[in-house]
């Protein structure tokens, strides 16, 4: 079967659909992992270690003291409607597209599509 993933977030968020792609692809599913990880970093080596295709789709053009910032400022932000906010509009609005056309691509693709609950999927 050919399966399609979607994931956005933070290495917390990506890794465990990382094992869940290995998983299936061991279990000879051909599995492609599209991956928006906000702090831009790479993810590659695990595909060709555990055999599925993994694209990196979108990038955020933030360097690493204006990520601290923009933590310090969820950290501090009194509201779970305000965290969100910050988060949605630095790391989640500037991928947005590229993660919409990530998504029509997997689905048209695949079998079945999995997707972390932030996706577009």
């Known amino acids: 079967m050919k399966i399609g993933i979607q994931t956005w ?3 917390g ?4 659909f990382i094992a869940l792609a290995g998983g299936l692809s061991a279990a000879k599913h051909e ?16 595909g060709e270690r555990l055999g599925f295709a993994i694209r990196h789709v ?5 360097d690493e003291a204006r990520f601290k910032e923009i933590a310090a ?4 932000a009194r509201s779970p409607l305000k965290k969100g906010g910050i988060l949605v509009t630095n790391f989640f609005d500037p991928v947005i597209e ?7 691509t997997l689905c048209a693709k695949n079998d079945l599509v ?7 999927l």
């Open 31 to 46: 599995v492609t992992l599209a991956i928006t990880e906000i702090t831009n970093k790479q993810f590659t080596l695990f």
């Open 58 to 62: 979108g990038h955020i053009d933030i």
């Open 98 to 104: 590229d993660m919409l056309n990530a998504a029509k």
């Open 73 to 76: 400022e969820v950290v501090h």
């Open 114 to 120: 999995i997707g972390h609950f932030l996706s577009t």
């Open 13 to 16: 968020d990506v890794r465990p």
């Open 9 to 11: 977030g933070t290495e």
